[in-house]
Each structure stands twice: as C-alpha cells, then as structure tokens.
C-alpha cells in the first residue's frame, strides 16, 4: 500500500524558513516523479513545484514561489523535500506531496499525502 | 500559465441525480486532463486521468469525456458519499494548474 506522510509544517513568522519533509512507503521510490500541492484555507489546489525520479530534473515552480522554495529529494531515505524560504502570509496552507503516475512530469497524481499545514503569521 | 476554468461553481443535486461538470483549458491540451474529488478534511483524490480513463478502484458512476479544451465529468447516479469539490488538472505543460473547483452539495 502507498504511503505519503508529510511532516515539518508549523508556525513561522513572516521572513522565515521551514522544511517539509514526506516519507514514501509501498512503491520503488525513485521511479515516480513528485510534486508538492498547497491548499490555502477554504481555496483551491495549487501546484506549487515537481521533481523527477531521478531527481535528476526539476519542473517549473509555480510563480509565487519562485526563488524561495526548493523541492529536492532522497531516493536513498524514501523522502521528498520542501524547502520554504522567505515565508510570506500568503504561504499559509495545507501542503500535500503528491506521487505522481510515471517518472518524470507533467502527468497524474496517483496517491496523495494527509498534508502538513504552514501557518505564516506574526 | 494553462488557464483552467470550471463551472458551475457550485450546485446542489438530490441523491440518484446525474450530474455533469465542466472544466476548460485557456488553449489545447489533447487529453491531458485529470479530475480529483476532495471531501471536507481530506486530500484529493484521482478519479479520472487522460479525460477519460476511470482510476482503479472508482466506481463505474463517474465518467469523462472531452479533449482540446472543453472537459466534462459525470456522475450518473449521485450517492451520498459523492457530495463533495472536484477539481480539473491539466497534465499538459508544467506548472500543473488546477481549475478552482466544482462543489457538489445536497439540495
């Protein structure tokens, strides 16, 4: 059975830096493309950055988080990576790490974590 | 940016209605397009990839059609556990954008 368990999510004050962190189990890891995906209270879904199996590839980060998140990846730990720098209000929300369906992007996303919620506030 | 838009965004439907959602891209994106449904406090969920290909394990109920830039999800007997948001998702081009949503609540 696939797992996906986000972890890492918390209060920051505005300027700061968190790392997410989500723990893969129950498929070969490195074969899968990921992605982290936010939801703000009460909006939408918003893909926010992507990574390929290999990690070898990284896919085009959503605007709003240009130059502040890294997306990065393990494949000897199983775990995929979120680093948020220079944290604005507007970051507040449930981020997801999502598994996608082939190993490199774009494509489907397969299986889904519980999701990990960051609160930017001061 | 792909643009998705859907609509309604929001209706109310009785259990056993059948009901049809739309979803469409700013320009073409072939096939390249997912729904995911969402209840309240859960993460999304993969019903329908490629336009029209059911995920395995969702029930027969839920369909999709369409290709270019106009997407349709259907439900053809609307259960109770159905009530719930979907989403649109183009897998045509990175950044993977998501249409705002379609919430689907009891009349």
């Known amino acids: 059975e696939v797992q996906l368990l986000e972890s890492g999510g918390g209060l920051v004050q505005p300027g700061g830096s968190l790392r997410l962190s989500c723990a893969a189990s129950g498929f070969t890891f490195s074969a899968y493309a990921m992605s982290w995906v936010r939801q703000a209270p009460g909006k939408g879904l918003e893909w926010v950055s992507g990574i390929s199996g290999s990690g070898g590839s990284l896919y085009q980060d959503t605007d709003s988080v240009k130059g502040r998140f890294i997306i990065s990846r393990d494949n000897s730990k199983n775990t995929l990576y979120l680093q948020m720098n220079s944290l604005r209000v507007e970051d507040t929300a449930v981020y997801y790490c999502?598994?996608?369906?082939?190993?490199?992007?774009?494509?489907?996303?397969?299986?889904w974590g519980q999701g990990t919620l960051v609160t930017v506030s001061s | 940016d792909i643009q998705m838009t859907q609509s309604p965004s929001s209706l109310s439907a009785s259990v056993g209605d059948r009901v049809t959602l739309t979803c469409r891209a700013g320009?073409?994106?072939?096939?390249?397009l997912n729904w995911y449904q969402q209840r309240p406090g859960e993460a999304p969920k993969l019903l329908i990839y490629?336009?029209?290909s059911l995920q395995s394990g969702v029930p027969s109920r839920f369909s999709g059609s369409g290709s270019g830039t106009d997407f349709t999800l259907t439900v053809s007997s609307l259960q109770p556990e159905d009530f719930a948001t979907y989403f649109c998702?183009?897998?045509?081009?990175?950044?993977?954008?998501f249409g705002q949503g379609t919430k689907v609540e009891i009349k």
């Open positions: 998702q183009q897998s045509y081009s990175t950044p993977q954008t």
């Open positions: 320009q073409r994106i072939d096939t390249y």
């Open positions: 999502a598994k996608a369906a082939r190993r490199a992007l774009p494509g489907h996303f397969d299986n």
């Open positions: 490629a336009a029209s």
